[in-house]
């Protein structure tokens, strides 16, 4: 069984409609796959009503942005309450603040490139929530860089100076949300180090202590001694391990079923979580 649990339709920052990522993950041959669009549950029925047609199996999930301290760190939480008072509104206010981060990088963009707003939302579709993903693609279009990567290595990059920060829950707080709200909470590749600053061994065991239930090693941005350093940590603290795509569609090389995760750990998923799997 092929399991690929971390994926994004273009509801957030992927370029495929959920309809259209549910027919690649057949074509990639995909047993099972989970939509984790950014704080938001938005592309859930759309992908849902293409279980049928496709035989994928759809887990239903979410990727949280949160901080430990100054540090972003991303939970992939899976089939949690979608109705549950609390947590969805902690990701509405993410979203808010996504919306007004991304304009606020604009404009500071704007002193140095001809870049309009105008032009961010022609990358993004209808009822996306705008973010730094779009803002790389309309630096592409108008010729500034290569692609999305490039865009986010050379200005769009956490230590540069135009970005800006979110609204974002503390993780603890974040993992206590989402056990509360029946979901599964994974920690999302925390050894990206490319991706900036990752956090101690002693914040996972924290996360651990509030609820934490896996860790996502086998991921494209892990290093081997990462992935030695994680499969030893999650032994420790008890945790199960996940492997995944992290799949954006065009706009990153990310391939879907790179990394799977085995049948096994979906069980216990679902028995942890609140709500079902969705089965052809």
Known sequence: MRIDLHTHSRVSDGTDAPALLMRDAAVAG??????????????WAEAAAEVPATGVALVRGTEISARAGRMSVHLLSYLHD???????GELQASRGSRDSRARDMVTLLA????????DVQAQAQPGTTIGRPHIADALVAKGYLVDRSAAFDRVLSPAGPY????????AVAAVTLVRAAGGVPVFAHP???LRGRVVSDDVIRELAEAGLAGLEVHHRDH???AVAELLALADELGLFVTGSSDYHGAG?????????TTAGVLAR???QGRLAVIRP
């Not at 970005?163 to 503390?170: E, Q």
């Not at 990153?252 to 799977?260: H, S």
């Open 30 to 43: 995909l047993d099972v796959v989970a939509l984790t669009d950014h704080d938001t549950t938005a592309g």
């Open 163 to 170: 970005y800006v920060r979110y609204h974002a829950p503390d």
């Open 111 to 118: 002193g140095d490139y001809d870049l309009t707003w105008a």
């Open 269 to 271: 998923i679902e028995e």
């Open 191 to 193: 050894r990206a180090v």
């Open 82 to 88: 979608p109705d549950d008072e609390a947590l969805a």
């Open 223 to 225: 290093a081997p001694a």
């Open 252 to 260: 990153k090389p990310n391939r879907l079923g790179e990394n799977t």
